[in-house]
T-cell receptor
Framework: GAVVSQHPSWVICKSGTSVKIECRSL??????MFWYRQFPKQSLMLMAT?????????EQGVEKDKFLINHASLTLSTLTVTSAHPEDSSFYIC?????????????FGSGTRLTVV | GQNIDQPTEMTATEGAIVQINCTYQ??????LFWYQQHAGEAPTFLSY??LDGLEEKGRFSSFLSRSKGYSYLLLKELQMKDSASYLC??????????WGAGTKLIIKP
């Protein structure tokens, strides 16, 4: 089945540094990638939608200069958290939609637990 | 607006049956997904309904009524490993999933 590999699984960084999270589609082409953030006991919050070869679309309230998204190829999308602060500590998850005939679904990466100290 | 309504938490006994209800309002509708999410992990797919009725898949079944904006997930023969959050996620007219906070299911021996 379709697999999205997300790395790293967890990362601890110092305030002010940047962290890059990668999501790779291993056996299908992901023209679109959704990036979510989830705080403890809360719902998944869509941050942005990346499309291969074009600029990402950010949800209201999400700073595009802070959360840099690059979708350079059909198999790789990256999210870079720049100048990270403790309030950026969260669980970040990517998800790629896919379709098989008339059925469509979403494949999730395994998530990245970011802790900013 | 778009919103999802699910119970925050439910408790059930190992071996029993539990039904998790979900009501939703979306701008357009392209089916409804149920996902399971264990703490600290990404959601995993359980079921997808686009037509009214019941979809059965092993111990899990999901029901949809589009006219009522209602769905439920039925879990049978509960096992301890079923303790997790269950997320009801309808898909809107843009094929974007709308997420609620989910239902935390606690299974007791």
């Amino acid at each position: 089945g379709a697999v999205v590999s997300q790395h790293p699984s967890w990362v601890i960084c110092k305030s002010g540094t940047s962290v890059k999270i990668e999501c790779r589609s291993l056996d299908f082409q992901a023209t679109t990638m959704f990036w979510y953030r989830q705080f403890p006991k809360q719902s998944l919050m869509l941050m942005a939608t990346s499309n291969e070869g074009s600029k990402a679309t950010y949800e209201q309230g999400v700073e595009k200069d802070k959360f840099l998204i690059n979708h350079a190829s059909l198999t790789l999308s990256t999210l870079t958290v720049t100048s990270a602060h403790p309030e950026d500590s969260s669980f970040y998850i990517c998800s790629a939609p896919r379709s098989e005939g008339h059925i469509y679904g979403y494949t999730f990466g395994s998530g990245t637990r970011l802790t900013v100290v | 607006g778009q919103n999802i309504d699910q119970p925050t938490e439910m408790t059930a006994t190992e071996g029993a049956i539990v039904q998790i209800n979900c009501t939703y309002q979306t701008s357009g509708f392209n089916g409804l997904f149920w996902y399971q999410q264990h703490a600290g992990e990404a959601p995993t797919f359980l079921s997808y309904n686009v037509l009214d009725g019941l979809e059965e898949k092993g111990r899990f079944s999901s029901f949809l009524s589009r006219s009522k904006g209602y769905s439920y997930l039925l879990l049978k023969e509960l096992q301890m490993k079923d303790s997790a959050s269950y997320l009801c996620a309808p898909s809107d007219s843009n094929y974007q999933l709308i997420w609620g906070a989910g239902t935390k299911l606690i299974i007791k021996p």
